[in-house]
């Protein structure tokens, strides 16, 4: 069975930092691209950040850019997102997600999510 | 930016009942258009990919059409479980970003 399974969230200060893991199974994790997608308190859903199989490509949303960083460790099967200076606006849960079966851009797998609450 | 506007923002349906969600992209998006359902407390649940392609054990119950700018995801009898909240999303713009609707909730009348 497919599982993905997330990790590190929870309260923090505005400007503060937090590293999230995400823990995969049931599938070769190392051939398989991952992202992380948030969703803030009664709100829709937002992508962030993208990184390849190889971690040759990595892409962020603009919002977050130069304050977050995914990374993963194919060894470990785990995928992980830094979070420094973090902002009361990235009040969210934090999923893992990725595409397996269906197509490129196409979200099949989720992570039941680790919530990260920003505030002083 | 591509930005996705769903409507109706609720729709109240009965069970049994047919349920027609909307979903419109800023600029064409070809069929690279995603659905998904949400319940309280869970994750979202991939339904559609490539605009009307079920993903693995969607009923068939779920379908979807469309292309380009305008799309739509039909319920054809909604069941209890299928009250939820539904959400669009495009990958037409990847790399580098992925953008999702608002989403539609759909409660029961």
């Known amino acids: 069975e497919v599982q993905l399974v997330e990790s590190g969230g929870g309260l923090v200060q505005p400007g503060g930092s937090l590293r999230l893991s995400c823990a995969a199974s049931g599938f070769t994790f190392s051939t398989y691209s991952m992202n992380w997608v948030r969703q803030a308190p009664g709100k829709g859903l937002e992508w962030i950040s993208y990184i390849s199989s190889s971690s040759g490509a990595i892409y962020y949303t603009d919002s977050v850019k130069g304050r977050f960083t995914i990374s993963r460790d194919n060894a470990k099967n785990s995928l992980y997102l830094q979070m420094n200076s973090l902002r009361a606006e990235d009040t969210a849960v934090y999923y893992c997600a990725g595409w397996v079966t269906s197509a490129r851009g196409a979200f099949d797998i989720w992570g039941r999510g680790t919530m990260v609450t920003v505030s002083s | 930016e591509i930005v996705m506007t769903q409507s109706p923002a609720t729709l109240s349906v009965s069970p049994g009942e047919r349920a027609t969600l909307s979903c419109r992209a800023s600029?064409?998006?070809?069929?690279?258009l995603a659905w998904y359902q949400q319940k309280p407390g869970q994750a979202p649940r991939l339904l559609i990919y490539?605009?009307?392609t079920r993903a693995t054990g969607i009923p068939a119950r779920f379908s979807g059409s469309g292309s380009g700018t305008e799309f739509t995801l039909t319920i054809s009898s909604l069941q209890s479980e299928d009250f939820a909240v539904y959400y669009c999303?495009?990958?037409?713009?990847?790399?580098?970003?992925?953008?999702f609707g608002g989403g539609t909730k759909v409660e029961i009348k």
């Open positions: 490539g605009a009307s």
């Open positions: 600029q064409s998006v070809s069929s690279t």
């Open positions: 999303q495009q990958y037409n713009n990847w790399p580098p970003s992925l953008t």
